[in-house]
Each structure stands twice: as structure tokens, then as C-alpha cells.
């Protein structure tokens, strides 16, 4: 089916190919990222739907989604949340946020894959999954909460509640 | 030192002293450091418009700079003797020398702002707080370079310095200091951010750039594909870190035989260095190149280990530096100078960090006690690396895996001492054998951990095992490691 | 020119190679193999497989106040050997380089390599196709450890992928050397293929809902290093070390692509692109390498036939031979009319110039076949010797009199035709009242055909595969067709026919095989004189100047000066 794009959301589109003067390809990530801005991840439409605005075969364009972990093929959570693995994150109990995030959201993550790393909670709202250093290191455990930052994550009740 | 930056500072004809900043409470710079970059980072007062920046005499260099002649403000930079503070420490005039001299097509000049070494949190604040440095900066570099169109390409995982970043790009260009004839001097430029999509390798130059093409960033072969040469677009293109571009403005400030005498001969300049792990009080410290020892930085300035603990080891530049051990000598120096340290007198400069078998990096310092098992760390990183190859070329695609899924079994506790050598051997395998540096990057960790570690890491293995295959994944589920 | 070459040194013995040469090449110029697997001089360089590491080195340079190195007495200066390894595929020589394709670095980088190649492999060799052409299996045996350490799981990738109509895909023996991607993106214009996910679990993949259903894609399963791309049409069918390959070329339009044809006890199963950069460089289309099987199949004519009373019996050859010479001779040398097919060599184009002149026949001209280019290697003239015709025959415009003979049966001017390796009445050259009014038509064709139904005698024609002899493609090139499996039956080559139905017409000539009137052309044909049969060799010879040129290989030729490819 394809994808109905708002005519705002094109517009926002077009502003950005224009960042590109020499080649429209390079447009790829920036459209993605409207994309899945609007619609909350990349499903095949938008892959052929950018493929079609850039001129692009859409393999060219899968290639790129699926590189990306940025990239999400299903639909998270209302709240997605992504919580720092890395080293200096993991000393200061990122393992632990997560599983108590895990608890307190009611989210499963036994089936999470290298393939699905996203796990959502029963009722929709809550998504999360690992993320790769957030380059926040002196500040852990941190996370990412949609686009909002959040550092030395204690308060996980009270985290929750503020995306409620 | 400190007095002598000062005095300097003030006779390069700066409008604010730094005795006239107040730094938000809890946040002050620590007495040993030298704010340069970090200067307006948790200032008080101070937030990321332009008018606030130009308040604070903001783009007068930039005004200064497209005065002289771009060879000059080249030159100013050689004689800085500026390095690279993304990870390899190059010197960014040689970098930009680089550009073929009879060269006809567009120049073009990219911010790394994929701020992605583990460890490594500095470009983040630049970002967020004083995006007007950086983007009078880039103009300079771009200048310099011949550039008129750059990117910054910024990790998606900063959602909000991208905004912040594309409204300060705004106003410069309503206030002229972007778009064309900037302040009249007829240079014309174009910035704009570009965001990634959380990959490691889009650190890399020239995997950076081939995501900018809309490519799966593939590191390029190296020759032909020498960015300064056949960069964006096959057109010479110029990549510098955050952090380096905006000590372009300073050098331009102070002129770069003045900046050069902040820092160490050859590690000129401040820089920010990150800690993380195991301190009292982990963050980004500014200071000169050299004129910190990691005792002081680890003692003084992060208010040393948690009480109890002991040092057990230091990962001096981003997880992919060679880690250093607790006890270990470092012989520094050479000829009649050469002297024997420990691990505490090791000076934070680019030279004597390599001269102790590691690197300064990106600047990121990661501290590990006696609490922390060797075998969970080096799993951890090995997990971010196995995670972040790109896949395009053997030995890290297939060794990066393969190293992950030995230390996995390793803290589970189903490794043999036997897989210790085969863990080895992989690394050493993809040491230098890969496209782009991130083979060293991976097997760095690895290599360096068996050389000062292995004891502790044998002392894991169980010398029961062999030949089995194991499935992990339920198992390192149950020991919440998925 | 010396000045362009440059000294280098390859495992100890200095050699001289024109500047810009890439390592790899140079080596295998000086006779020394480097293992490659992404590497292909058709296609751009990634050097992403890191098999063709070497090591290299080049003469120190002096420190500031440094005298520079002395050379020795050959003039050689000293190298000095870096460290780190390098690719061979992608780097060119310099001046006074060495390059060390054995020793202790290159030995254990290719050893390292090759474990990490079979780490997350499935071994399943034998019941791969690619067994006994497996660039993995072979440098395993010549560079590898020959047991693994691994001692993981591997990964877990898609198998038995239906990617097109004719390729299957199985991505666990895919070693992600790029090469199908690259000749998808870069020759075939087509970029369907693609790399999905990333690291050690990247996989190939065609876009969902997309198929690799290009023409040129079995050109994927040829240059695939490993089994992981597979042909549908050979796999399964035959193991490649008991089959014969023969290297002819194909006839399935005036490209004249070379090939090889890959046989065994006379069946053929497979055809796979033979290289000849000035001809169809190393690919060919789907559409013509698939064309074969109807060589195999149970509607071949296998015998002569003679009509008696109506219907067809079979005969001997000697008698069909004999019948058709009675035949002819009740006509007078004006009723009678010659057809011979673009499809025919020069040799046998010889010999029916022969025949003509034996029965002192004025019409003789081949059906001309039109189609249409597709921009890459098939040419619009589909016949693969129309210049054959143009040359041995003196046809100035080939089929051009067609129709005049087909208004001389209909007016019975022309009553007899002889007509040789065509069935105009399936292609549509000819319709049944065309043929009508004649009172003798002798046809030979490889398989049953609605023409032949028509026929008074039907000789079984050897198809192309079955015979040897020249023909000269649209660029002018002339180039050898050899023979690959016998005929069925009392099949025989056309050439054979003319030569016996002219001795039985009474004019001897001392022939036994196709070389023998390549000689006869040399002498007959004055494009032809003074050339020997080997100087034609297996790449054939330009030939005739017809200012044809054939697209593939001229954007080929393009990025070969661009630099962009190696092109050898």
C-alpha cells in the first residue's frame, strides 16, 4: 500500500533534499528520519516511498534502514525507550535499569533478538531496547526517553510517570 | 602554567577575563583547569543563542579570520600545532594540507559530531551550549579549506543538539554569518546538520562520508580514498572533530604561536578529557595537554576512587585505547631522559600515552577498580564492537562475533584457558588487517586485556571444557546479559 | 615507453610492469597466483575480503640529513619491509616496490582470512553445487588450517532463497564479497541486489516484492566465488569435475559471445561466458546461455528422411544423399534455388558457394533474423555470421532476395530448393504456399520441423554445438566454433552435406574436415587469403572492418581509461 505523506510532512521532505545540492541520495538518512519521526518506524511503504523520492532503487534504501539499530521496522511503544549498554553506563547499573524499567513498565524482553531488539510493553505504551554508548559516560546510567535525554537514572517510578 | 595562559589571554586582547564567569553551583571547573573550549559549558547565565554569544564578543573572530588570507589562517593553524581530538590525534594543518594544491573541484568540510567512542562525552555539551563556537569555527576552517558548503554530522542519538545546532545555524545566517558574502567579504557558506542513525563506523572518515552519500557507511579503501583528496563526492573533503574545529577560533584569537604554548610541545593546546567508571566524581575536565598526570586527574580533579577501592586498571582514550594496568611500569622518554613510571605520573599528552603502549584518543578515561571483573568488562566492549562492525570486511565482521561469543562464555563461565588463545589469536588476526581502523579498534581491548590480564581472565575458565558448543542465548539471558 | 615502467620486486626476482598496474595483476603478469575472493578486474575494488593481503616494501626513506639508500650493483635499492599487511587488489606498484606473496605475514594474514571466511560457513560442501569450483574450498586446501577453533554457534541465515527465476540464494555460504551486487549496480544497470543488516549477521538480499529477473543475472552465479549464488538450470545436475568443457562461442546472435560449453557422454549441462574483452568481455545474457536444451531433447531429427508416396521414411544417409543428387539433376540449373542460414559457418558457406557453382545455380542467400538490441551484448542481427555470408557468399545485402525467390516459385520460374539449416516456416520467412508450387525441396535442421514436413528429403543438421568451423561476428571479429558433443543419430554437419551431395553431383573434392576448407578459404575467398586456422586461436582475430561496435564492451573500454576498473 503506499504511504500517505501529509503534504506538511512532504514539504518538510523536499526542505531537506534541498540540504543536498549534489546528490539527491544523500537525502536518505534525513528522509528516514521524517519518516519515522511521523509514523514511528520504517515500514516497507516508506522504504519504497523514499526510493521513489530519491530516485533510488529500494533496495538501495533497505541497504541503509536496516544498517541502522536508528532505524526501528516495527512500531515501539508510545515512550520508547532506550537505555545505554555500553561499558562506563553498565558499571553505574545500566543492566539494572533496565530490568527494573523492564518490571515496572511490563515489558518482556525473554524474546528479543539480534533481529527484534525492540520488546513493547502489553498495553503499547512503553518500548524499549539497548542502545550502544550515548556518549553521556560520566553521568550513568542514561537514557533516551523518545528525544528526551535523561542521565543518572535512579527514579525509574518517576521517570515512568513522566511519560504517562 | 594556569597564570601564564592567563596572562597570555589577556594580552591576546580578550574582552572577558575568566575571573568573570560564574560557573552554575555544583558545576564550577575544577582549579586545574584551563576552560578554553569548555569555556561558556555550565556557565552561568549562559544559554545557546546568539545573542548571548554575541554578548560575549562572539564571531568577532570570525570577522578577524575572513580578513586575512585563507593560506594564513592555514598557517596560524600548522603553527598551532593543533591535533585532532576525535581519537587519532593527527594534526589537522597537515590534515587540511592535504587538499591537492592544482585541485579544481569543490572543497568540502565535515564536523564529526558522531561523538560514539565509549567513553568519550564532550562534543555533546559543546552542542548543546555554545553551538555559536562551533559554528564560527567551521566558517574559519571552511575558509581556510576553500569550503563552501559543510556538514555536520551529528549522531542521532543527540536528537536535541541537532535542533539546537540547526537553530543556531539560523541565526548566524540572519545575522550574516552564513549563506553568502558573509560580513562582506564575499565568502559564501552553507552549513548543514545532518543526523545519523546510531552507527559506530560513521565515526570513521570515510564511512562518515559514505553515509552522507545515503550509502551503508563502508569504510573506503585507503589509497585511493584519501578524504583530503577523494572525499564527499570524490571532491577533496576535509573531516575534523567538534572539539578541534573550535579550537580553530581560539587559534585565530591568540594567534597559533601563542596558542601553542598552552599544552606541551607537540601536545599543544587544552583538551577535555572524560572520565568515567570508577571515581568519586566522573565528568569532562578542560585541561592543558600534559600539564595533568592521571593521578592528579584521577586523585585531585575526580576526587579519587570510591572509598575502599584500589585501582585496577585505566582505559585512558575511548574503549578502544589498549588499557593500561594498575601496577604496571611505563618506561617514557628517550635516550638519557627515558624514566621508569607508574601508572599515576602518566602525563595525559597525545606522545607519552602511545610512548605507554596506548593512545590518548578522544580523551576518554574510563577507571576501573578491584571490584570489577576483567572478563565482564572486556565482554562488555566486546559486545559494543561485535554490535557496531560494519561487516564489510572479514576479519572484523566474522572476529568481532567470534570474540564477543568466546567472552560471553567466558563469564558464564564455559570458556577453557585454551579459548583464551583462540581469543588472542582472533584478535590478532583482525589487528591491522582491516579496511579502516576499527579492526584495531576492536582487537586493541582484546589484545591489550590478555597481555595485562590473562591470570585474572584464566582464572575464569574452567579447564573442564572442551569442544562443546554452547547456546547462550537463554543463558545469557538468565545472567541479564541479552 | 621505458620510462613508464617501474621496477619491481615480486617474492625475490625483479620484474618491470607499466606504472598504474595494480599489485595483484603484476603478480599474476610475473606468474604468481594471489588469493582473492571480492577482487574482479571487471568490477570496482572494495577490498573488503582481505584474502589478497601481502606484504609490501619500498626503498627506505632517508631521515633529514640522511644520505638516501646506495643501490646495488643491478640498481636496486634496499626495501624496507612494512609491517602491516596490504591489499594486492586494489593498491598499485610504485617505483623500486617489493611485494612478498609468501613469508611468515602473508602466510598467517591469508591463514587468519580463511578462518574467519569458514567460521560462520555451513561446510556443507557436499551437497553444494559450487564443490570443485569453490574458490573456498581451494584456497582452504592451499592457505587455510585445515581444522577450526570455532567453537560457537554460527550464525543463522536465510537458505534457499528464490532471488530471480533462474538464481537461488543461500546466504550462509555467502561470504559478502560484493561481487553480484557490484556487476548488478555497475554492468548490468539494475541494482536489485543489496546487502541487508550489518556485521556479522549483514546478509544479501533482493528487495522484497523485486526479483533478480534481469537478463544478465546468471552472470552472478559465475563470478560468485562460493555456492552461495546458484544457477536453477544446472543445480543438481551434474558434479563440475566430470564434465568436459569445450571453448566455442555462441550463435545465438551476431555477438558471437564466446563460451564454454561444459558437457558429459554427449549432453551438455551447462554454458557458462568464456571471456574475450573485445567481444563480451567475462557475461552473457541469461536468454542465450539457457538456449541449449532442446539440443537434448527427443524431438531431434536423428535420421534422414525421404519422402515416398506422401510420407516420410527414414533412410540411410548415403541414400538421402543419393536421392537428392537424382533429384537435382532433372532440373535445369535456372529452376534451381539455394537457401543456406546466417546460422552456418564460413566453411560451410564455402561449401554451398561450391554447390552453387557445381549446379552452376544463380540464387543462393541466407534468411536474413532481425530483433532488437538490448544495449548490452545481444545484437539486433540475430543471425551469427551474416558477415560470414556477406564475405564467403559475396552477398552485398543478405536476404535482400528473398523475396524475389519467392515470387520465382510462385511463378515456377525456381523449382527446386535446396534449404539448409533454416525451418522458415516457424520463423515466418516463408508460409506453406510459398513453399506450394515447388516440386523439390531438400531441408536439413537439427530438429522436427514444420518445414521439413514439406520436404522431399530431410538431412538432420548438426546444431552449433555439435560442429567445427569460423564465423565472423557484427565487429568483424572471425572466430572458431568448436565442437562440443557428437550429433544423435546419422546427424551430420551441414558442411558434410554439401560436401557429399557436391560429390555426388560429381565434383570431388578431397574434403574431410572443416579445417581442410578453412584451407579452401584461403584460397576460394580473398578476405580469407594468406591466413593459417591456428592464427584464429581461441579468441579470434579482427577481421573485417564493419564499424559495429558493441555497447558493453565500449562503456567497458570507457571505464578501464577512468580508471575505474582493472579490465583485464
Known amino acids: ?164 | 602554567m594556569w597564570k601564564d595562559f592567563l596572562k597570555n589571554t589577556i594580552k591576546a586582547g580578550k574582552k572577558l577575563v575568566m575571573s568573570d564567569i560564574r560557573y552554575i553551583k555544583g558545576k564550577e571547573p575544577h582549579p586545574r583547569e584551563t576552560r578554553v573550549i569548555f569555556k561558556n559549558v555550565d556557565r552561568e547565565g549562559w544559554d545557546p543563542s546568539i545573542a548571548c554569544y554575541l554578548k560575549d564578543g562572539g564571531y568577532e573572530m570570525l570577522k578577524k579570520g575572513l580578513k586575512m588570507k585563507p593560506d594564513e589562517v592555514r598557517e596560524e593553524v600548522k603553527t598551532a600545532g593543533l591535533r585532532g581530538r576525535g581519537g587519532a590525534g593527527f594534526p589537522a594543518g597537515v590534515k587540511w594540507g592535504f587538499i591537492p594544491p592544482n585541485n579544481e573541484k569543490p572543497v568540502y568540510l565535515i564536523c564529526n559530531a558522531d561523538e560514539s567512542e565509549p567513553g568519550t562525552f564532550k562534543d555533546r555539551y559543546i552542542m548543546h551550549q555554545d553551538p555559536h563556537q562551533l559554528i564560527e569555527g567551521m566558517v574559519l576552517s571552511c575558509y581556510a579549506v576553500g569550503a563552501h558548503l559543510a556538514y555536520i554530522y551529528i549522531r542521532e542519538e543527540f536528537p536535541e543538539a541537532a535542533q539546537i545546532l540547526e537553530k543556531a545555524i539560523a541565526e548566524a545566517h540572519e545575522k550574516g554569518f552564513l549563506g553568502k558574502d558573509i560580513q562582506g567579504t564575499g565568502f559564501d557558506l552553507e552549513i548543514y546538520v545532518h543526523r545519523g542513525a546510531g552507527a559506530y563506523i560513521c565515526g570513521e572518515e570515510t564511512g562518515l562520508i559514505e553515509s552522507l552519500e545515503g550509502k551503508r557507511p563502508y569504510p573506503r579503501i585507503k589509497p585511493p580514498y584519501f578524504p583530503a583528496a577523494m572525499g564527499l563526492y570524490l571532491c577533496p573533503t576535509i573531516v575534523n572533530n567538534v572539539e578541534t574545529l573550535c579550537h580553530v577560533k581560539h587559534i585565530i584569537e591568540m594567534g597559533g604561536a601563542e596558542w601553542a604554548k598552552t599544552g606541551k610541545p607537540n601536545n599543544t593546546g587544552t583538551r577535555i578529557l572524560c572520565v568515567s567508571g570508577d571515581v568519586k566524581k566522573p565528568g569532562y575536565y578542560e585541561v592543558q595537554v600534559g600539564h595533568v598526570t592521571m593521578g592528579e586527574l584521577i586523585n585531585d580533579i575526580c576526587g579519587g576512587l570510591k572509598d575502599g577501592r584500589k585501582l585496577k586498571a585505566v582505559i585512558p582514550g575511548g574503549s578502544s585505547a589498549k588499557v593500561l594496568r594498575a601496577d604496571e611500569k611505563f618506561t617514557i622518554g628517550k635516550g638519557d631522559d627515558a624514566k621508569e613510571i607508574d601508572i599515576w605520573d602518566i602525563p595525559m599528552d597525545f606522545d607519552t600515552l602511545a610512548a605507554c603502549g596506548s593512545m590518548a584518543g578522544s580523551g576518554g578515561v574510563i577507571v576501573i577498580d578491584d571490584s570489577r571483573s576483567i572478563s565482564w568488562v572486556l565482554n562488555n566492549i566486546n559486545a559494543f564492537y561485535a554490535h557496531e562492525s560494519c561487516g564489510q570486511c572479514t576479519p572484523c565482521r566474522e572476529g568481532s562475533l567470534w570474540m564477543k561469543k568466546i567472552t560471553d562464555r567466558l563469564v558464564l563461565g564455559k570458556a577453557s584457558p585454551e579459548d583464551i588463545d583462540t581469543l588472542e589469536s582472533v584478535a590478532y588476526n583482525i589487528d591491522g588487517k582491516t579496511i579502516c581502523a576499527f579492526g584495531e579498534a576492536c582487537s586493541w581491548p582484546t589484545e591489550s586485556f590478555i597481555a595485562k590480564f590473562r591470570d585474572e581472565l584464566t582464572a575464569d575458565t574452567k579447564s573442564d571444557l572442551s569442544g562443546d558448543i554452547v547456546n547462550l542465548e537463554s543463558e545469557l539471558a538468565a545472567a541479564g546479559l541479552k | ?568
Open chain 1, 1 to 164: 500500500m503506499p504511504l500517505e505523506v501529509p503534504s506538511e510532512l512532504e514539504k518538510s521532505i523536499d526542505d531537506r533534499i534541498t540540504h543536498y545540492p549534489v546528490s539527491k541520495r544523500s537525502a536518505v538518512l534525513p528522509v528516514l528520519h521524517e519518516l519515522q519521526h511521523h509514523f514511528g518506524f520504517i515500514n516497507e511503504d516508506a522504504v519504497e516511498w523514499t526510493a521513489a523520492k530519491l530516485e533510488l532503487e529500494p533496495i538501495k534504501v533497505l541497504e541503509v534502514v536496516t544498517f541502522y539499530p536508528g532505524f526501528r521496522q516495527s512500531a515501539p511503544g508510545k515512550y520508547h525507550i532506550r537505555v545505554c549498554r555500553t561499558l562506563s553506563c553498565a558499571m553505574a547499573g545500566s543492566y539494572e535499569l533496565m530490568e527494573s524499567i523492564c518490571e515496572k513498565a511490563g515489558i518482556d524482553r525473554s524474546g528479543v533478538t539480534h533481529h527484534d531488539p525492540i520488546a513493547v510493553s502489553a498495553d503499547g505504551k512503553y518500548s524499549i531496547e539497548f542502545a550502544e554508548c550515548l556518549a553521556s559516560c560520566g553521568s550513568g546510567p542514561v537514557c533516551l526517553v523518545n528525544d528526551d535525554f535523561h542521565e543518572e537514572v535512579k527514579d525509574v517510578e518517576g521517570l515512568l510517570k513522566k511519560y504517562n
Open chain 3, 1 to 568: 615507453m621505458s620510462e613508464d615502467l617501474l621496477d619491481v620486486q615480486i617474492d625475490g626476482v625483479w620484474h618491470q610492469f607499466p606504472k598504474g598496474t595494480r599489485m595483484i595483476e603484476a603478480c599474476r603478469q610475473a606468474g604468481v597466483e594471489v588469493p582473492h575472493y571480492c577482487y574482479h578486474p571487471k568490477l570496482s575494488s572494495p577490498g573488503n575480503c582481505r584474502m589478497c593481503l601481502v606484504q609490501m616494501g619500498m626503498p627506505p626513506r632517508p631521515m633529514p640529513g640522511q644520505d638516501p639508500a646506495e643501490p646495488d650493483e643491478d640498481g636496486h635499492l634496499p626495501i624496507s619491509w612494512m609491517p602491516r599487511p596490504v591489499i594486492a587488489c586494489a593498491n598499485t606498484i610504485g617505483p623500486n616496490m617489493g611485494i612478498r606473496t609468501t613469508g611468515e605475514l602473508t602466510e598467517s594474514c591469508r591463514e587468519g582470512v580463511m578462518e574467519f571466511l569458514l567460521a560462520n560457513h555451513p561446510l556443507d560442501c557436499p551437497i553444494c553445487d559450487q564443490a570443485g569450483e569453490c574458490s573456498l574450498q581451494e584456497f582452504s586446501v592451499e592457505h587455510g588450517k585445515g581444522s577450526s577453533r570455532f567453537r560457537e554457534r554460527k550464525v543463522k541465515k536465510p537458505k534457499n532463497v528464490k532471488v530471480g527465476p533462474r538464481i537461488r540464494l543461500d546466504d550462509e555460504r555467502c561470504i559478502m564479497c560484493s561481487r553480484c551486487i557490484r556487476f548488478m549496480d555497475e554492468v548490468a544497470d539494475d541494482p536489485v541486489l543489496g546487502f541487508t543488516d550489518r556485521g556479522s549477521h549483514t546478509v544479501l538480499t533482493v528487495h522484497p516484492g523485486h526479483e533478480l529477473d534481469n537478463n544478465y543475472s546468471l552472470n552472478t552465479a559465475d563470478i560468485c566465488p562460493v555456492g552461495a549464488l546458484t544457477s536453477n538450470d544446472f543445480r543438481f545436475q551434474m558434479r563440475a569435475w566430470f564434465m568436459k568443457e569445450t571453448k566455442t562461442i555462441d550463435t545465438n546472435c551476431g555477438t558471437g559471445i564466446n563460451i564454454t560449453v561444459s558437457a558429459r557422454q554427449g549432453e551438455i549441462y551447462r554454458i557458462t561466458p568464456r571471456q574475450n574483452n573485445d567481444v563480451n568481455s567475462d557475461w552473457m545474457p541469461d536468454s542465450h546461455r539457457l538456449n541449449y536444451h532442446w539440443i537434448n531433447s527427443d524431438i531431434r531429427l536423428t535420421e534422414p528422411l525421404i519422402k515416398d508416396g506422401g510420407r516420410h521414411r527414414m533412410a540411410k544417409y548415403q541414400e538421402a544423399i543419393i536421392t537428392t543428387a537424382d533429384k537435382l539433376r532433372n532440373f535445369d540449373h535456372s529452376e534451381i534455388a539455394i537457401i543456406v542460414s546466417g546460422r552456418m559457418t564460413n566453411e560451410e558457406m564455402l561449401m554451398a558457394r561450391l554447390l552453387k557453382r557445381t549446379l552452376n545455380v544463380k540464387d543462393i542467400d541466407i534468411i536474413p533474423r532481425r530483433g532488437e538490441s538490448d544495449n548490452y551484448l545481444i545484437s539486433e542481427d540475430r543471425n551469427p555470421n551474416t558477415n560470414g555470408a556477406k564475405s564467403v557468399l559475396g552477398l552485398k545485402d543478405p536476404g535482400a532476395s528473398i523475396d524475389a525467390l519467392k515470387k520465382d516459385i510462385a511463378n515456377r520460374k525456381i523449382k527446386a530448393l535446396i534449404l539448409l539449416q533454416e525451418d522458415p516456416l516457424t520463423d515466418g520467412a516463408f508460409s506453406a504456399e510459398d513453399l506450394k508450387p515447388l516440386e523439390f525441396l531438400v531441408t536439413s535442421y537439427p530438429l522436427a520441423n514444420p518445414t521439413a514436413d514439406l520436404a522431399d528429403v530431410v538431412f538432420p543438421g548438426a546444431c552449433w554445438a555439435e560442429k567445427s568451423g569460423t564465423m565472423i561476428n557484427v565487429t568483424g571479429r572471425l572466430q572458431k566454433l568448436n565442437k562440443a558433443v557428437d550429433g544423435p543419430g546419422q546427424t551430420m554437419a551441414p558442411w558434410e552435406i554439401l560436401r557429399d551431395l557436391i560429390q555426388a553431383l560429381g565434383g570431388g573434392n578431397g574434403i574431410y574436415s572443416s579445417a581442410d576448407i578453412f584451407n579452401l578459404l584461403t584460397k576460394e575467398i580473398s578476405d580469407f587469403s594468406g591466413l593459417k586456422l591456428e592464427d584464429i586461436g581461441d579468441q579470434g582475430i579482427p577481421f573485417l572492418d564493419t564499424g559495429v561496435t558493441l555497447p558493453l564492451v565500449e562503456r567497458e573500454k570507457a571505464r578501464i581509461a577512468k580508471g575505474e576498473i582493472v579490465g583485464v
